[in-house]
């Protein structure tokens, strides 16, 4: 049992650190956060702002809120299940992320094409006769 919930908690986990770093509901906030974290003078406000640009960085701090919340543990029933249900969460959620992100690059690549192959077929295509009257 330990191991499927281990799949399902990195579902929210992924989609929360998803949304955050690269969804245009929050692109404000994610464009805010990627200029202070390259022209801050302090590395410390660099590495805060950075936190929300990055889905690996942000999914470890997504993953400690769903441990509070689910108190979930991998193989031991101490502090050690937590740390390893932790960095386990990150991996999987990782990996999750990164399927989504291959699809979305997949999907984006497939309309380049489409859309491509549709304004080649347009530029060929003779004119509707009444509009060469």
Not at 20 to 42: A, G, M
Request: net charge positive.
């Amino acid at each position: 049992m330990q191991v499927l919930y281990l799949f399902i908690l990195a579902i929210p986990i992924a989609c929360a650190s998803w949304t955050v770093t690269h969804e245009d509901i929050f692109r404000e906030f994610h464009d805010v956060c990627l200029t202070r974290c390259t022209t801050s003078r302090y590395m410390g406000t660099r590495k805060f702002f950075y936190l929300f640009t990055c889905e690996y960085c942000f999914s470890h701090y997504v993953t400690v809120v769903v441990l509070i919340i689910a108190r979930y543990q991998l193989l031991f029933p101490d502090w050690r299940g937590y740390l390893i249900a932790g960095f386990s969460l990150v991996w999987v959620a990782n990996i999750y992320m990164a399927i989504f992100g291959r699809l979305r690059l997949d999907l984006r690549k497939e309309r380049a094409e489409i859309e491509a192959e549709e304004t080649a077929l347009a530029r060929q295509s003779p004119p509707p006769a009444a509009a060469r009257r």
